[in-house]
């Protein structure tokens, strides 16, 4: 089983739509948890960090559920510029508490939005 | 301006040789990372280093090595090159090893 599963979708959504995106992760050690962006033939950039309590960053709203193991990503109002590939990362720590920046990635969701 | 750069951006070599990817930050980060991105667009770390010393080797083949002269820069020797080694290689930085990492723009190498 990989150590962060994905669903690679495509996700294929009108403008204005709402598309969500999930995440499972295998190891309960997982301690930090991240949704980066990455745009064709570019590099991933952060989209945002996953908080414990949920967070929201304009139309982007991250859920964590850690009893589940399961992280998610909620777009409101897609836009054409949304259209990209979305990875679930998480950083988990070794038995002394040490994560040594160790991103795990999943294999990431296509998300294409149309006019 | 670039903060995370890499050379070259592309890199078309034969297989049996030796070549080197370069990367450089210029954020005054900590500690940098070498990632794999292969055909199915997994990305995968490969190594790690924190203020010049090594952190993270993952199940990497020896014919992989990094080397840091400065902790401004992290490059990646690979020797002997194999068809299986074409992929998209990615630098990164972070201030420490819990903060965002910032991804340089990639080098694509193709291995012939």
């Known amino acids: 089983r990989k150590e962060v599963e994905q669903d690679p979708g495509p996700f294929n959504v009108p403008e204005g739509a709402t598309v969500a995106f999930n995440c499972t992760y295998s190891n309960s050690a997982s301690q930090s948890f991240f949704w980066y962006r990455q745009d064709c033939r570019k590099e991933p950039k952060l989209l945002m960090s996953v908080y414990s309590s949920g967070n929201e960053d304009g139309r982007f709203t991250a859920q964590l559920n850690r009893a589940s193991q399961y992280i998610s990503l909620l777009i409101r109002d897609s836009k054409l510029s949304d259209s990209a590939t979305y990875l679930c990362?998480?950083?988990?720590?070794?038995?002394?508490?040490?994560?040594?920046?160790?991103?795990?990635f999943g294999q990431g969701t296509i998300l294409t939005v149309h006019p | 301006d670039t903060a995370v750069s890499q050379t070259p951006k592309y890199l078309v070599t034969q297989m049996g040789n030796d070549k080197s990817i370069k990367c450089e930050q210029n954020l005054g980060h900590d500690t940098m990372y070498w990632y794999k991105q292969d055909s199915k667009k997994f990305l995968k770390i490969m190594f790690s280093?924190?203020?010049?010393?090594?952190?993270i080797n993952e199940t990497v083949p020896n014919r992989f090595s990094p080397k840091s002269p400065d902790k401004a820069h992290l490059n990646l020797h690979i020797n002997s090159l194999e068809l299986g080694d074409s992929a998209v290689y990615f630098c990164a930085s972070s201030q420490d090893n819990s903060n965002e990492q910032f991804f340089g723009p990639g080098t694509r190498l193709t291995v012939l």
């Open positions: 990362v998480v950083i988990r720590t070794d038995a002394g508490g040490t994560s040594y920046g160790k991103l795990t």
């Open positions: 280093y924190n203020n010049k010393e090594l952190i």
